[in-house]
């Protein structure tokens, strides 16, 4: 870590736009901004000397630079330990889980493997802490050749930056594999030298005099390649310079180059050739280590000092550098395989001397030359290093390799497998796809069938692949089959997996009927008893059994859930959410998937959370809240962001039709959902529609759109259809069908007895009942609906008795339930049917004009998100945790968000935001 003040900047050719903007980023680092920036272009096009140059003339301002080594590609969290080490004064600062996942991954403490998104947070939480002193820099220097997990985790933070005093800059070569890490990072391609500046570097790199004309040919030659056009002027006669640049072949950049370097190679002595070998398959650039094996090669003791003198490579602190990583590639390109595994082993011995068991590791393995079974050991070991620090990536690819050196086959599958579950943790589902590829069935016990089984499943659920999501509860049956008799526990739990995956693909799944899954769970109930046990017979129930013989099961089952503590609810699944709903506990169901979020949160499991947020926006709607609905999406595109996916994908139909979304645009999302396999979020969104439909009154639509849905009943998935299917009967004509689907509800009211349930069934009742009858009716769904948390349902409630009592010519009476209709239609963003209960109190006589809170529409959707939770009593350090951003940022917005609305406090921001 270097603390740099002025001095005065290095001048480079044809670079000053790009040298202004990185200057601007870090003028911006000092005045409380951060910022990111991936610098990507061709080797030898000018990235580090950009860098170089824009950091040279620095004040009052903290560098840490990085290097990428493509020997540490495969060290998990290298490149990261390489970053925080000289920033651990600022550890102290730093929320202890996230300071303990940062120092665990980075090995410098030993605990339970951490989420690499934890890790991340761990990391921007430091950054922020150390920004606090003054503006820090961080420069990322061939970030193509860092390890994935520390790639991973800096571009996670990247993406998150925003008021932390941090700059964050990447330079690395194009790559497909970079560019999907740091996707959402803003990019500065660099390209080649203009004409000018091109011409000017090749005269003033030549030892002689120099014709403008053949520089500017040659500048046109090499696409303006800095490097290429220096290397050429100084190891090209002027002669085969003027040759070359009347020929139609291009000059030697990339490939080409290398065949220079390779040429200068074979201009020394071969133990000098040999030691530059060495150190080229050293890619740490260890002179002990690399002195140590040529040692046991019997190269001279001169041959470092001679390899230095040859300009290819230099000294620095035990290190030795290429002159660039072309020649390293050259030097290591230029000789046989054979050779090059020689070197290997050599390193592989030396570092086992040293104790080094992942470099030992690594090198055995580059040197084996067929199946070796103590390689493979090696590796395996090294992998399981890897695992304990949650590098998952890394434990997959050291786990394949050992594949591939593994004799046996059961062995070798058994290590196939192992690493494609690792590849699939780590987000590399095309590569855990191509690990299952190479099982052969000979090679795997029962055991490992079903988890293969498994696996892909969930990968087809990941990729969103149509024709695995709806063979997907069919497959996991398959797997639990597979496990029946030798591995109870896994049996259950893939059951379990079985119906959360039923529940997402619902009507669409392909070869197996709801109830032959209900019947595979009460199979699965039988064999171990245990917390398992019991949620499989409560769903086996909830399947196959009449309500009421269904109730006390599930309830049990939504017990064992609510006494569990955070991290054993977060392993059991969120099959709860069908158990609360199912039994009409909606305040169990948010309070569930509540403390789910927050497990998983803390444990960094991203996935995890990205999965129970959505299911909350999905629960807040059924209570009818669209605007808590909303915070719910954006912190799911606040996820997607964090990890670099397009938050635009993030569409919930259900919540466009609540919030009053045209309806062209809604009808087009749900049509969308048809060709996903994910049945249930087609149906989500027609629910939505239907809702919507009877908000504005179209009743025979809304009546003819939940029709197909409620014949095809699903669980509780239909239950929540009933009340709107009984007002879209009702006002449509259709009071035989609403009569029965009324008196469905009224029995689950009398055996459940939620004051939500009790509240649906007397609404629906009131609206069948004459005159003389429903006013009781009316007036006791909105008692049980207040002591409910379905705020929608209360509303609507109020809106159905203000309209009767309109109809009955009680006018006054009517405008009091109205305007209290109107009131919570308004704060809970639902303007259709807030629109429709203004209209039915204007025919009272009374005009109420949509309420707008000054200010809050100039908020911009994170300021919203981070203002609703600050109003709601969540601290800054809650609030950073849940939108995966640092406190800085949090404060940044809240200050904005109190100029903006004139507030002060968080108790004046509560009353603003909630009229």
């Not at 086996?540 to 599930?554: C, D, G, N």
């Not at 998937?593 to 959505?614: I, K, P, V």
């Not at 008795?801 to 009955?808: A, D, I, N, Q």
Request: charged fraction near 25%; proline fraction near 4%.
């Amino acid at each position: 870590m270097e603390h740099r003040d002025y001095r005065p900047a290095v001048s480079l050719l044809g670079r000053s736009a790009e040298l202004e903007l990185l200057q601007k980023l870090i003028l911006g680092a000092r005045n409380g901004e951060s910022s990111a920036l991936v610098i990507r272009g061709e080797p030898g096009v000018g990235k580090t000397a950009l860098l170089r140059c824009a950091t040279e003339s620095l004040r009052g301002t903290t560098l840490v630079r990085v290097d990428g080594f493509e020997a540490e590609a495969e060290l998990a969290y290298a490149g990261l330990q390489r970053l925080c080490a000289p920033l651990t004064p600022f550890l102290d600062a730093v929320p202890s889980r996230q300071r303990d996942a940062v120092q665990v991954a980075i090995g410098v403490a030993d605990g339970l493997a951490p989420e690499r998104y934890l890790v991340g947070l761990g990391v921007l939480s430091l950054l922020a802490a150390a920004g606090q002193t003054q503006p820090l820099l961080c420069v990322i220097d061939d970030a193509h050749q860092l390890d994935r997990e520390s790639l991973e985790v800096l571009a996670f933070v990247a993406r998150r930056l925003q008021a932390e005093s941090v700059v964050l800059l990447f330079a690395a070569r194009d790559g497909d594999e970079l560019e999907m890490i740091t996707a959402g990072v803003p990019t500065l391609r660099l390209g080649g030298l203009d004409s000018l500046s091109a011409a000017q570097l090749m005269k003033d790199s030549a030892a002689g005099a120099f014709d403008p004309y053949l520089a500017a040919r040659i500048a046109e030659q090499t696409g303006g390649n800095p490097l290429a056009m220096i290397d050429l002027a100084q190891d090209f006669t002027l002669q085969q310079l003027t040759d070359a640049s009347v020929s139609d072949e291009p000059f030697p950049i990339g490939r080409r180059l290398e065949l220079h370097y390779r040429q200068q190679l074979r201009t020394h002595p071969d133990d000098v050739q040999a030691w530059l070998l060495l150190a080229a398959a050293e890619r740490t650039g260890s002179t002990e280590l690399i002195d140590q094996a040529a040692e046991r090669l019997g190269l001279g003791g001169q041959s470092s000092a001679l390899a230095e003198r040859s300009g290819l490579v230099s000294f620095a602190r035990d290190t030795v550098s290429f002159r660039h990583p072309l020649v390293r590639s050259a030097v290591y390109n230029a000789f046989p395989l054979a050779e090059r595994r020689r070197m290997h082993g050599a390193l592989a011995a030396a570092s086992a001397e040293r104790g080094l068991l992942d470099d030992e590791a690594r090198h055995a393995a580059a040197a084996a030359s067929d199946t070796d079974d103590d390689v493979a050991d090696l590796l395996e070991a090294a992998a399981d290093r890897a695992g304990l620090r949650g590098a998952l990536s890394s434990r997959a690819r050291s786990l394949a390799r050992a594949a591939d050196l593994t004799s046996d086959t059961g062995r070798r599958s058994r290590r196939l497998l192992a690493a494609a579950e690792s590849a699939a943790g780590a987000g590399a589902a095309q590569f855990a796809l191509s690990l299952l590829d190479k099982l052969h069935a000979d090679g795997m016990d029962a055991v490992a069938r079903g988890r293969s089984i498994t696996l892909r499943a969930m990968l087809a659920v990941f990729l969103a692949d149509p024709a695995g999501v709806i063979r997907g509860p069919r497959d996991l049956l398959a797997a639990a089959d597979a496990f029946h008799g030798v591995a109870p526990e896994l049996e259950q739990r893939t059951l379990i997996r079985a119906f959360e995956l039923a529940l997402t693909t619902e009507w669409m799944m392909h070869d197996v009927t709801l109830d032959q899954l209900g019947v595979r769970l009460r199979e699965g109930a039988t064999v171990q008893d245990g917390p398992l046990a019991v949620a499989l017979r409560a769903l086996s129930a909830h399947v196959l059994l009449p309500y009421h013989e269904a109730v006390p099961l599930m309830r049990e089952a939504l017990m064992l859930l609510q006494q569990a503590d955070d991290s054993e609810l977060l392993d059991l699944g969120v099959f709860g959410v069908a158990l609360a709903t199912g039994l009409w506990d909606e305040r169990a169901c948010v309070e569930l998937l509540e403390r789910s979020a927050r497990a998983a949160r803390d444990a960094g499991s991203l996935r995890g959370l990205d999965t129970t947020l959505w299911v909350l926006s999905i629960s807040e709607l059924v209570r009818g809240d669209p605007i808590a609905s909303g915070l719910y999406i954006e912190q799911v595109r606040e996820l997607r962001r964090a990890i670099g996916y397009a938050a635009e994908q993030v569409v919930n139909a259900s919540y466009l039709a609540w919030s009053g979304a045209p309806r062209a645009e809604v009808e087009a999302a749900a049509q969308t959902t048809l060709g996903t396999g994910f049945g249930g979020a087609h149906t989500i969104a027609q629910t939505g529609l239907s809702v919507r439909d009877i908000a504005e009154g179209h009743y025979v639509a809304a009546f003819d759109r939940l029709g197909p849905m409620v014949n095809r009943p699903f669980l509780q998935v239909t239950y929540q259809q009933l009340p709107d299917y009984v007002e879209a009967a009702a006002r449509s004509g259709h009071l035989d069908i609403a009569s029965a689907a009324a008196r469905q509800l009224r029995g689950h009211a009398d055996i459940s007895g939620t004051p939500w349930i009790r509240g649906l069934a007397d609404r629906c009742a009131a609206l069948l009942a004459p005159d003389a009858d429903a006013e009781p009716l009316y007036v006791a769904a909105i008692g049980w609906l207040e002591q409910s948390t379905a705020i929608g349902d209360l509303a609507r409630a109020h809106l159905l008795y203000g309209e009767w009592l309109r109809r009955m010519k009680r006018r006054r009476d009517a405008r009091e339930q109205l305007r209290a209709a109107v009131a919570i239609f308004e704060r809970v963003g639902a303007p259709p049917f807030a629109a429709r209960a203004r209209s039915e109190l204007a025919a009272t006589g009374e005009h109420s004009q949509r309420t707008e809170v000054v200010g809050v529409a100039s908020l911009t959707p994170r300021e919203s998100t981070i203002a609703s939770m600050a109003a709601a009593g969540r601290t800054n350090q809650e609030i950073s945790s849940t939108l995966f951003i640092s406190t800085n940022t949090v404060d940044y917005h809240l200050r904005k968000v109190f100029r903006k609305l004139g507030a002060s406090s968080r108790r004046q921001l509560a009353e603003i935001l909630t009229p």
